[in-house]
Each structure stands twice: as structure tokens, then as C-alpha cells.
């Protein structure tokens, strides 16, 4: 077993995009699994010390999660993720925006344009990513933001909870 999993972690200013591949040590089907099914997705979807919470997820062409990061002090910073395309256990896509709790966008933010895609490389797991933006000053204030760290934080979330369902 590797010692360190990869994260490549890239900013492509002429396409305005994050691109993101990470090895996880788990079979495709659990890592689709932590990344489609609710009950998983709570459990690591937010930077510590937050917490996810969905009020209602319907991972489906044309579905909808909504969700909060909980801060420790209660805040809730809300989002929902719009599911534009989904291959089963290969590839989903879904736009990803700032609201509130009753999913009124933020109109200071935009959207985000998720693609990820899942493949199995020996052992390994492979998520490739790309996030998108309408706008080079969109992509930088999310990067400025601290999206790399918190996004980073999260998949070793996500490692601990794959590594214990093994």
C-alpha cells in the first residue's frame, strides 16, 4: 500500500478552472458510494471544525442536494448542487452554488461547474476533477477563499471513513 496518496492540485487560468486528481485506497464502488449517497456525504463534505448537513438530496439528472457547512458556533453557510449529468459509478456532473437555507442564490457569488470522473487504477481509486467558473475573478476569490485547504482537509476526511468501511 502507498504510504501517500497523489493530489494534484492545478489552477488552469485559460479555461478558468481547478483541477483536482486524487488516489483514494478503496474499491470505485465505495468511493462513488461517499460521494453520491447522503448519509456518507455528511460525514465529510465540510473543512473541520464544520459539519455537512443535508436538508434534502435527489442524486439524479435534474436533482438537487442542499445543503449547510455548520460551524462550530451554529452558522450555517449554505449551497446546493444542481446534478446536470450522471453516469453510474464513472462520471457526474453538477453546478455548485452559495445560497441560503431556502436555496435563494447568493448573487455576489455565481456558480461553480463540477466534472467528476471515477476510474480504478490497481488497487487505487482515481477521482479526476474539474471545477469551473464563469470568471477568472470568480475561480481566484474561491482559491483566495482557501478552497485548496479546506478541499484538501476534506478528502483526508474522506480517507479515514473509506479506510474504516474497508
Not at 456525504?41 to 445543503?67: C, I, N, V
Not at 453510474?88 to 447568493?106: E, L, V
Request: charged residues 30%; contains cysteine; glycine residues 6%.
Amino acid at each position: 500500500m502507498k504510504s501517500e496518496l497523489t493530489m494534484n492540485f492545478s489552477i488552469d487560468k485559460e479555461n478558468i478552472a481547478v483541477i483536482i486528481k486524487r488516489e483514494f485506497n478503496a474499491s470505485l464502488s465505495n468511493v462513488w458510494a461517499a460521494w453520491t449517497e447522503v448519509e456518507i456525504l455528511d460525514q465529510w463534505w465540510a473543512p473541520a471544525p464544520f459539519k455537512s448537513k443535508t436538508k434534502s438530496m435527489e442524486f439524479k439528472e435534474g436533482g438537487r442536494r442542499l445543503y449547510a457547512m455548520v460551524g462550530p458556533d451554529g452558522q450555517e453557510r449554505w449551497s446546493f448542487f444542481d446534478y446536470s449529468s450522471i453516469s453510474p459509478k464513472t462520471n457526474f456532473k453538477h453546478s455548485s452554488t452559495f445560497c441560503d437555507a431556502d436555496a435563494n442564490p447568493d448573487p455576489n457569488m455565481g456558480s461553480s461547474y463540477w466534472d467528476v470522473t471515477f476510474s480504478e487504477e490497481g488497487d487505487l481509486t482515481v477521482v479526476d476533477i474539474v471545477i469551473k467558473r464563469d470568471s477568472l475573478a470568480e475561480l481566484e476569490k474561491v482559491v483566495e477563499m482557501g478552497f485548496k485547504e479546506g478541499f484538501t482537509s476534506t478528502l483526508k476526511i474522506l480517507d479515514k471513513i473509506l479506510e474504516a468501511g474497508k
